[in-house]
């Protein structure tokens, strides 16, 4: 099971330095194994390539060449995959290529500083890492205005859980989402990611504003575009950090209370029932619930929670107590044939639960229902100072 953590740092010299570098091997790699089968009919093996043109490489760490030869083959071998349907890998024009290392040429030190192995002579690459724990791969590839890191986990589910519950899970926008455990209940409070998104949303229109005013292509246009992604990028950071808090609470206070499986609503019904507003609400509702969802998932899955999708129709509609559907106004849900009154989010979570319990029993529910305990995020006692960290992340 892979684990793969994904985040911006700033550009160095170095960093644009060994990308060319690693494209221009690409390339070459790209143009002598296409040669050798067009001119003696020949497939170049990986180790033949590795030895003629990785193998002490004037600018690129040894073990980072022979996974440029590692990518060529790879893209070579889903091609052969796939019936050599599609294209070969044989654009020989990259100007960009993605620099990866693995374990050998990983470190996590411990003041929390990743170091990427370099030629000999050369600094390191230092990066301010976001865990505690050390990657068994990292690649760094060019984005816009800046570079991508990512790193990848190799991660065993491990048996966390003691507990026998079982717990249902409604997630939703106004709290992001909602736990029953059939004893009691929990949220987890949005309001963070919407202040996020709603401050994505004016920046982005904002710089989009300045940018209709300049003259398309020229240098000012040029500039304010990088800027706009590079800030853009910067909340996509902040949004995704929070997320992985978020997720990993909800993941603690399960295993707080013993839960052993749990039910979750399919995604895409949640985004059936968000207030879009415009495309770029859209899609980022998608990214953001998509990523909550899916970190979910394999949170719960690591600390050895089984998971199952329940189809959402008409959990958030039934009374859990008596079945009797009602579309539910505001944020509370009041049965109007047998008095039930809870809160919306947990009827919802309670209906799930029920789904994948596969129980028809809706009587003894707790008084919980109705007053939740909550859980907000406050960004300035846990969050401020690790994402302060994390955006001013740079090379050392
Ligand atoms: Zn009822």
């Not at 073990?63 to 995959?81: K, P, R």
């Not at 996020?196 to 710089?207: E, F, M, P, T, V």
């Given at each position: ?9 700033e ?10 570098s ?9 143009k ?11 497939w ?16 690129l ?5 022979q ?18 349907r ?41 990066i ?8 068994r ?6 984005s ?25 899970i ?21 309001g963070?990611l ?25 240098s ?33 206070m ?6 052993s ?19 770029m609400?859209?899609?980022?509702h ?7 969802d899916?970190?979910?998932e ?20 039934e ?11 505001g944020r509370?849900y ?13 009827v ?13 029993d ?18 300035h ?16």
């Amino acid at each position: 099971m892979y684990l793969t953590r994904k985040f911006h740092i700033e550009g160095t010299d170095q960093l644009e330095r060994l990308s060319r570098s690693s494209a221009d091997l690409w390339n070459q790699i790209c143009k002598w194994y296409w040669r050798t089968v067009d001119r003696q009919n020949h497939w170049l093996s990986k180790t033949a390539m590795r030895r003629w043109h990785c193998k002490g490489h004037d600018v690129l760490p040894s073990q980072t060449a022979q996974e440029v030869a590692e990518q060529f083959y790879e893209a070579v071998s889903s091609w052969h995959d796939n019936d050599r349907r599609g294209n070969p890998p044989k654009r020989c024009d990259k100007e960009y290529n993605v620099l990866r290392w693995t374990y050998q040429g990983v470190t996590l030190r411990d003041d929390g500083v990743l170091r990427l192995s370099t030629k000999r002579g050369e600094d390191s690459i230092l990066i301010d890492w976001p865990v505690d724990e050390e990657p068994r791969t990292v690649e760094i590839g060019k984005s816009s205005g800046g570079f991508v890191v990512r790193a990848q986990y190799d991660t065993e589910p491990v048996d966390r859980t003691t507990g026998d519950k079982i717990a249902g899970i409604d997630l939703g926008e106004k709290h992001l989402a909602a736990v029953f455990t059939g004893q009691d209940a929990f949220t987890i409070n949005g309001g963070e990611l919407r202040a996020l998104r709603h401050y994505q949303n004016s920046l982005k229109a904002k710089l989009d504003a300045k940018i209709d005013r300049k003259e398309r292509g020229s240098s000012r246009w040029t500039k304010l575009v990088q800027t706009k992604n590079k800030q853009l990028d910067h909340i996509d950071n902040k949004i995704t950090d929070l997320l992985h808090k978020l997720s990993r609470k909800v993941v603690e206070m399960l295993l707080e209370r013993r839960v052993s499986a749990i039910g979750i609503g399919d995604v895409r019904g949640i985004r059936d029932r968000i207030d879009y507003g415009s495309q770029m609400n859209q899609r980022l509702h998608q990214w953001a619930y998509g990523e909550f969802d899916r970190m979910v998932e394999y949170k719960a899955k690591l600390a050895g929670i089984t998971v199952n999708r329940v189809d959402e129709a008409y959990t958030s509609q039934e009374c859990p107590q008596c079945g009797h559907r009602k579309k539910p106004s505001g944020r509370d849900y009041t049965c109007s044939e047998c008095g039930f009154h809870g809160h919306r989010d947990v009827v919802g979570a309670a209906n799930i639960r029920r789904k994948y319990v596969g129980s028809e029993d809706r009587s003894r529910l707790p008084g919980v229902m109705a007053s939740p305990s909550g859980v907000r995020f406050h960004p300035h006692l846990s969050c401020s100072s690790r994402s302060e960290r994390k955006t001013n992340r740079q090379f050392a």
